[in-house]
């Protein structure tokens, strides 16, 4: 029942405009529609209403649990990579600030796993890019360290995981890959423990141009949680530039 009502969030998606919009019992869709037009910025709240704490555009993503389903909504997956690329390189590098924009915002939910989004249009050179981004200017150990409320210590944890190169898909057992921070690191799974490596490190180095499960080579850009349960080696060779593809 849930996973039916899970893939309601189709019935909002307006494809003159590409964008999630409400609509009335009709079914018609509201002409009332400023996509980037945040929601603490409207304060009749004519144009956001049906949004909350994000504009359109950020709420454009927020479907962390059916990545493909949401891409197939869009006119074609060259029109989805370059909107979300445009989403991240429109959005200012500044950390904390009082007014985030339309664009991406670190500092609140609905955005936070469309880094990971890019993986499943087979862009994962832009997952890493963006992942890395997000990592190097919306973290920091000044008063201002963190983008946003923490809240349940949620951009905490996306640090730690997305410096570890795997971060974890809502309502499922996959985590995406994206590349690591560090050179090494363990993760200790009880009496076990994962290894990640990163070969080839270097603090420019931010794409992974080949990884390795236990040895052998990963043709894909995520694991299941049973994969790595018992411990091993997650291996990434690191690059400057992503591979040819």
Do not use: C
């Amino acid at each position: 029942m849930f996973a039916k009502h899970a893939q309601f969030y189709r019935n909002l998606w307006n494809p003159k405009t590409q964008y999630f919009q409400p609509r009335n019992s009709q079914g018609v869709f509201s002409n009332a529609f400023q996509p980037l037009l945040l929601t603490y910025m409207d304060a009749g709240g004519k144009f956001t209403k049906d949004y909350v704490e994000g504009s359109a555009l950020q709420w454009r993503w927020a479907v962390p649990f059916d990545a493909q389903g949401l891409i197939g909504l869009f006119k074609s997956r060259e029109y989805f990579v370059k909107e979300l690329n445009d989403f991240f390189a429109l959005s200012s590098p500044a950390r904390a600030a009082w007014n985030p924009g339309p664009y991406y915002w670190h500092g609140n939910e609905p955005d936070l796993y469309s880094a990971y989004l890019f993986n499943a249009a087979d862009r994962p050179d832009l997952t890493q890019k963006w992942a890395r981004w997000v990592l190097d200017n919306k973290y920091g150990t000044e008063s201002d360290g963190l983008d946003g409320n923490d809240d349940a210590g949620t951009l905490s944890a996306w640090y730690v995981l997305s410096a570890l190169g795997i971060y974890p898909t809502a309502g499922s057992d996959i985590y995406q890959l994206g590349a690591p921070l560090f050179q090494k690191a363990e993760v200790k799974l009880g009496d076990r423990v994962l290894k990640i490596v990163a070969d080839n490190y270097a603090v420019d180095h931010v794409y992974a141009t080949k990884i390795w499960l236990n040895d052998k080579p990963l043709d894909r850009t995520w694991l299941r949680h049973a994969e790595i349960a018992e411990g091993g080696t997650l291996r990434f060779e690191m690059g400057l530039r992503p591979p040819t593809r």
